[in-house]
C-alpha cells in the first residue's frame, strides 16, 4: 500500500530555512508526479509545489524565489526546500502523489508542522 512519510519540519525564525523530506513506498516513485501542500490553521489546504516525472516543476506565486522542490528517484524521495521563511507559511506540510493508478493517486502523507516566529 501507499505510505508517505514527511519530515522537516519544526520552529525556526523568520528569514530562517528548513528542508523537508517526504519518503515515498508502495508506488513507482520515478514515473509518479508529486506534490507539497499546506494547510494552515483555519484555512483551506493549497498546493506549495509539484514536481513531474521528468523533473518540470511548479510553484504557487507566493513561495517562488524561496522555496525549491526536488525528488531523489535513487531514495524515493520528494524535498521541499524553504528558505527566507515568513510567518504566514506557518502550516501542516503534506507531501501527495499527483499520478498513478487508482487507489494510489491523491494519497496524502500525514504532514509535518512547520512554525515560523516572527
Known amino acids: 500500500q501507499v505510505q508517505l512519510v514527511e519530515s522537516g519540519g519544526g520552529l525556526v525564525q523568520a528569514g530562517g530555512s528548513l528542508r523537508l523530506s517526504c519518503a515515498a513506498s508502495?508506488?513507482?516513485?520515478?514515473?509518479?508526479?508529486m506534490g507539497w501542500y499546506r494547510q494552515a490553521s483555519e484555512k483551506q489546504r493549497e498546493m506549495v509545489a509539484t514536481?513531474?516525472?521528468?523533473?518540470?516543476?511548479n510553484y504557487t506565486d507566493s513561495v517562488k524565489g524561496r522555496f525549491t522542490i526536488s525528488r531523489d528517484n535513487a531514495k524515493n524521495t520528494v524535498y521541499l526546500q524553504m528558505n527566507s521563511l515568513k510567518p504566514e507559511d506557518t502550516a501542516v506540510y503534506y507531501c501527495?502523489?499527483?499520478?498513478?493508478?487508482?487507489?494510489?493517486?491523491?494519497?496524502w502523507g500525514q504532514g509535518t508542522q512547520v512554525t515560523v516566529s516572527s
Open positions: 501527495r502523489v499527483l499520478s498513478g493508478p487508482k487507489g494510489v493517486v491523491g494519497s
Open positions: 508502495g508506488i513507482f516513485f520515478s514515473v509518479s508526479a
Open positions: 514536481i513531474m516525472s521528468g523533473g518540470t516543476t
